[in-house]
């Protein structure tokens, strides 16, 4: 759900979602990723996601809104999984900021994407009776 996936944070969406996005901001994911970080390059591919090896990875499930500033960090590291041969999906949830999985209740999105992520779930450990 909504990751962090490219360390250098030059997604296009940390701009374009800015005022979209009213729970998360660039400068937050700059605080968490020099914290992962430390001293290390954010183009390791040993560090940062979008930049490391795709092959041979589990199917992937992304669930992201629309509205988010990680929007770009999601949708490009599924094209690079799916261009890599892995079982990936990306859900983008139409108005949705981040963090919209957590608010249960009042929006409607939050229970249909929690669903799929126990749907998912449940087919990739069959758990089906």
């Known amino acids: 759900m909504s990751p962090v996936t ?14 979209a996005d009213p729970y998360f901001t ?3 994911v700059a605080e968490l990723v020099h914290s992962y970080l430390g001293s290390a390059d954010a ?5 940062s996601p979008l930049q490391g090896p795709f092959s041979r990875l589990p199917p992937i499930r992304i669930h992201v809104g629309d509205d988010e500033v ?5 949708r490009r590291y599924v094209e690079r999984a ?8 990306l859900d983008v949830w139409t108005g949705m900021p981040h963090g919209f999985v957590g608010i249960i209740g009042p929006i409607k999105a939050s229970a249909q994407a929690l669903d799929a992520i126990g749907r998912f779930l449940t087919d990739r450990f069959g758990l089906r009776r």
Do not use: H
């Open 6 to 19: 490219d360390l250098t944070l030059s997604g296009a969406t940390y701009e374009t979602r800015a005022d």
């Open 26 to 28: 660039r400068q937050q």
């Open 43 to 47: 183009n390791d591919p040993l560090a």
């Open 70 to 74: 990680l929007l770009d960090d999601s």
């Open 82 to 89: 799916i261009a890599a041969g892995v079982d990936a999906r």
